[in-house]
């Protein structure tokens, strides 16, 4: 149950001024808000909690790497355009 004086040292908390008449609106906005809080906590209570599955790293181990360049003839061979070694393409920007 909230208060008038509850509103008030909430006002002052915030550094705010409250008349009369906002201070009973707000105990009222504040009862309601309070009691929509307590029926979410009810809710959210039911919800079953997720599991994690014992899968954690999907990436395979680079074990057996080929050597630095062992396809580069081949792949550049099939290039439709070089320059010094690198493969040229039209440019974009």
Avoid at 52 to 67: K, T
Wanted: with cysteine; glycine share 6%; proline share 4%.
């Amino acid at each position: 149950m909230i208060e008038k004086k509850d509103i008030e040292k909430l006002a002052t908390l915030c550094r705010i001024e409250v008349s009369e008449e906002e201070r009973d609106i707000l105990c009222k906005d504040m009862e309601s808000i309070l009691d929509y809080v307590s029926q979410i906590k009810g809710a959210v209570s039911e919800v079953p909690l997720k599991e994690g599955g014992e899968l954690r790293n999907v990436m395979r181990g680079d074990n057996d790497p080929h050597p630095k360049g062992m396809y580069t003839k081949e792949i550049m061979d099939e290039v439709p355009d070089t320059e010094n070694g690198y493969v040229k393409v039209k440019q974009i920007l």
